[in-house]
C-alpha cells in the first residue's frame, strides 16, 4: 500500500512538473514583433511590392516609442499618446544606442493597444492596420525598411509601434557594436532575443487535451 502510494505521488509529481513547463515555455517563447514584420512582408508580396529590410535599430526606436505610451491605453482600446515626432530620431536613437551619421529619414508609424491577448497577426490586422488609410501606410512605396515593438503592461494591456523608413537599407539606423544599448523590458524586431514581456500564459482550455492524456497514464499505467 505505501508503494502504491509512493508511485502515485511520483507520477502526479510529473504531471505537475510537465504541465508548468508547458506553461513556462509558452509565456517566454518568441519574439512577438519579428512575427509582425513577417506578415508585413507577406502582405507586400501578395500585393506585389518589395519586401522591407527588418531593421533592429529602428525596432528598438518603436520600442522606445512604445516605453512613452505605457499608461495611456483606455478601456475602449484607444492610445491618447502623441509623443513629438522630432523624439522618434533625437531621442529614441540616442537611447537604444543607434549611431548618430545612420539616422535616417522615417517615412511613417503605427500604433496602438489593446487589453485582450491578440497574436502577432491579429494584432496587425485588428489594431495597427483595422482600415484602408492605414493599410495604405503599409503599402506605400516609399517603404524601404521597418522597425516594429511590443511590450505588455504589468497586468495591462499590449501596446504595439511600426516604424518605417525610406532610409538605404542595412546601413542606416546602425546600433553601436552592432547590438546597441540593451532594453530590459519588452522586445523589438531585427533580432533573435526572446521578448521579455512574454507570451500569454496557456488558457485552461489549451492545457486540457495534455493534462487528460497525462491523466489517462496515470490511471492506465499503473
Given amino acids: 500500500m505505501i508503494s502504491m502510494w509512493k508511485l502515485y505521488c511520483w507520477k502526479f509529481s510529473i504531471l505537475f512538473l510537465s504541465v ?6 509558452a509565456k517566454n517563447a518568441g519574439n512577438p514583433a519579428n512575427e509582425i514584420v513577417d506578415y508585413i512582408n507577406k502582405n507586400r508580396t501578395a500585393n506585389k511590392l518589395p519586401k522591407l529590410y527588418d531593421s533592429p535599430g529602428l525596432g528598438c526606436m518603436a520600442l522606445q516609442y512604445i516605453s512613452e505610451c505605457m499608461g495611456n491605453c483606455s478601456s475602449n482600446n484607444s492610445l491618447s499618446c502623441h509623443p513629438p515626432e522630432v523624439d522618434i530620431t533625437e531621442v529614441y536613437a540616442a537611447n537604444c544606442g543607434v549611431e548618430l551619421p545612420t539616422v ?17 497577426e491579429q ?4 489594431v495597427l492596420i483595422p482600415d484602408e488609410k492605414r493599410l495604405s501606410l503599409l503599402h506605400s512605396k516609399e517603404h524601404t525598411e521597418v522597425g516594429v515593438g511590443f511590450n505588455r503592461a504589468h497586468h495591462g494591456p499590449s501596446f504595439w509601434c511600426i516604424l518605417f523608413s525610406s532610409g538605404k537599407t542595412s546601413s542606416t539606423f546602425v546600433l553601436e557594436g552592432g547590438r546597441g544599448i540593451k532594453q530590459r523590458n519588452g522586445c523589438f524586431s531585427g533580432t533573435d532575443l526572446p521578448c521579455s514581456a512574454g507570451r500569454k500564459l496557456l488558457f ?4 486540457k487535451p495534455v493534462v487528460f492524456s497525462m491523466l489517462l497514464y496515470l490511471i492506465v499505467g499503473m
Fill in 20 to 25: 508548468l513547463a508547458l506553461v513556462t515555455s
Fill in 104 to 120: 535616417d529619414i522615417i517615412s511613417g508609424h503605427l500604433v496602438g493597444c489593446q487589453w485582450k491577448y491578440l497574436n502577432p
Fill in 123 to 126: 494584432a496587425l490586422s485588428e
Fill in 204 to 207: 485552461l482550455a489549451d492545457l
